[in-house]
């Protein structure tokens, strides 16, 4: 879904909001004269799957909305639960559990979950993080990754996801 924010029966978050409080996986590219960065953190952790702000070049609107059609079509799988550890994520109810308990995860942090559940082990770069859950590259001096890995470790626990010194994190089931 391609979504602006300045809609003329409605505002564009009021629409993710209920998009995502019904448990779409749709993916949502914002594309709107808004271009604080305010609005651009309000959007992207509110569920949107990429922002971009007015005046904006068409071939890069393309290019996101085929990055978001092949990461979606690469996501289907068979695998609806994926467990690892004590750690349980069901990606049709978007419910993350640890040890049975059901944990609250923004649809960013759900991203990233995933994203260490399906490469359990393996030491993944900030950079492939970015590219991976936020879909473009952010300023590299971002430490958006840092800030989601610790909220991730503050709702799932620490021991789950570690720092691999000089390359990013590795999910420990």
């Known amino acids: 879904m391609v979504l602006d924010l300045g ?5 564009g978050f009021d629409v993710l909001r209920r998009l995502r409080a019904a448990g779409s996986r749709l993916p949502v590219i914002i594309l709107t004269a808004r271009g604080s960065i305010e609005d651009t953190v ?3 952790e509110g569920g949107a799957d990429d922002y971009m702000a007015k005046p904006f070049r068409f071939e890069e609107l393309l290019a996101r909305v085929r990055l978001r059609l092949r990461s979606e079509s690469d996501a289907r799988d068979d695998t609806t639960i994926l467990r690892r550890g004590a750690v ?3 990606l049709r109810s978007r419910r993350a559990t640890v040890d049975g308990k059901v944990v609250d995860l923004s649809a960013r942090e759900f991203a990233l979950a995933e994203t ?3 490469n359990a082990g393996t030491a993944l770069s900030r950079e492939q993080l970015l590219s991976r859950v936020w879909g473009y590259d952010f300023d590299p001096s971002s430490n958006v990754v840092d800030v989601y890995v610790r909220y991730l470790r503050g709702k799932l626990g620490a021991e789950f996801i570690t720092t691999v010194r000089g390359v990013g994190y590795r999910f420990e089931s």
């Open 7 to 11: 809609l003329p029966d409605g505002d």
């Open 42 to 44: 309000a959007g992207l």
């Open 88 to 90: 349980t994520l069901d």
């Open 116 to 118: 260490f559940l399906r």
